[in-house]
């Protein structure tokens, strides 16, 4: 695998350079990195392109519907212990932003690759992966993603049989049938907040029985393996039964969860876990999610939730109130059109806040609050809601689009 000589032929290293111009001038032109242009132009220029790039790579899959950006930055800093590493960490999941990313590097031994979850089997096929971490399924841009047993069977498909090391989440039924196709899998009890899309076995279609943190259907058996790694508090279990500390700036139970099963993968590459983790202190925000930025004299933590389960998870880890809560919904190409997905949501958990509420669709959103009887205030934009909001910091949830129009109004 690694250290292999050059693999790029010359159509190859011509589809490279093209990439790169065009990227170049799509970043002159101010048009966003670039990257997934310039992956498109070269993998035109030589379909083969990914897998030649990957060749000379130990490759890590990510994939997931939550915190594969996250994760994906966390197994980085974790293999960079062992070598340098390439990975698209701008979150250019799809195969155009993966090939663009990996021409960025020659030297790299270890690829960290995200991978929208669609298209893992594809990248799978093409890049060989030495390892692929597999870490939740739950319900995500409804009008276009397939429904998430469609995409469990995709990936049970796809990795069939496969080389690689399936690094999965034991607590996810939905994750769990997936990667039982895989000949070897390490499990990880990452744990699993939203259960609301595994409430039916993946299997059979039984009613799944969740005693405490277990599952199992009662109908065909089909049920939670044992897991060789575990989160436990603020702490990760290895294989061994040693439990090594977690030290991390980010927020939450879900990174920790993402930490864990970071580690995992680290072992699989002779990282050990306590170097793992140490180096995942060094992260203190991905693409913008939990960054503390100044705007308009206040401080506001910028937090991205895209689905019911993002949310969800984001709920756990606000300021308690009353630390007013900016909310901001679109519903953009890139986030799905359907908005259906806020009644799944538990607003409730927000009662004691002030909410002020903005973006595309913030009159979807008031009618849910409505309904939720939660008390909030409709605004034009971030500068209004600012304004209007009580003192302390200010938590500001977005989903995808909404989060980067965030970012650009206050300079992030």
């Known amino acids: 695998m690694a250290g292999n000589s050059d693999p790029l032929t010359p159509r190859a290293k011509l589809a490279v350079t093209a990439g790169k111009a065009v990227a170049a001038a799509s970043r ?17 220029l030589d379909p083969d392109l990914l897998g030649r790039l990957a060749q000379s790579l130990d490759v890590v899959l990510v994939s997931a519907t939550n915190g594969k950006t996250t994760t994906t930055r966390l197994i980085a800093e974790a293999l960079r212990a062992a070598g340098p590493v390439v990975s698209n960490a701008l979150g250019a999941n799809m195969p155009a932003g993966i090939t663009s990313a990996l021409a960025g590097s020659s030297d790299a031994r270890f690829g960290v690759i995200e991978v929208d ?44 049989g496969s080389k690689a090391v399936v690094v999965a989440n034991c607590d996810d039924p ?8 895989s000949p070897n899998v390490i499990w990880v009890a990452a744990g699993q907040m939203w259960k609301d899309d595994a409430w039916s076995c993946p299997s059979c279609g039984g009613v799944m029985q969740r005693p405490g943190d277990d599952w199992y259907c009662g109908e065909c058996g089909f049920r939670r393996p044992a897991p060789s790694w575990a989160l436990s508090g603020d702490h990760v279990l290895d294989p061994h039964g040693s439990a090594w500390p977690i030290h991390l700036q980010l927020p939450g139970r879900a990174n920790k969860a993402n930490a864990a099963t970071s580690a995992a993968v680290a072992a699989v590459f002779g990282v050990p876990p306590q170097v793992a983790l140490e180096r995942m202190y060094q992260v203190q925000a991905v693409a913008g999610r939990y960054d503390v930025v100044q705007f308009q004299e206040r401080d506001l933590r910028l937090l991205l939730a895209k689905n019911p389960a993002g949310w969800l998870e984001t709920f756990s880890l606000i300021d308690p109130p009353p630390s007013p809560v900016i909310l901001s919904v679109n519903a953009r190409g890139a986030d799905g059109t359907d908005t259906s997905w806020l009644w799944d949501v538990d607003y409730t958990r927000l009662t004691g806040h002030p909410i002020f509420v903005i973006g595309d669709r913030k009159l979807d959103l008031a009618v849910r609050l ?13 500068d209004q809601a600012v304004q209007l909001a009580p003192p302390g910091r200010i938590e500001v949830i977005a989903n995808y689009t909404a989060f980067q129009d965030l970012r650009r109004r206050v300079g992030n």
């Not at 032109?29 to 132009?41: N, Y």
């Not at 939905?174 to 196709?181: G, H, N």
């Open 370 to 382: 409505e309904v939720a009887n939660q008390s909030f205030q409709v605004c034009e934009n971030l």
């Open 117 to 160: 979850e669609k298209y893992l089997a594809g990248v799978a096929r093409d890049t060989d992966p030495k390892c692929i971490a597999l870490l939740n399924l739950s319900r995500d841009q409804l009008d276009r993603a397939a429904e998430t047993r469609m995409l469990a069977e995709n990936w049970r498909e796809g990795l069939a």
């Open 28 to 44: 002159a032109a101010g048009r966003g990195s670039g990257s997934v242009i310039g992956g498109r132009v070269a993998l035109r």
């Open 174 to 181: 939905l994750v769990v049938w997936a990667a039982s196709s």
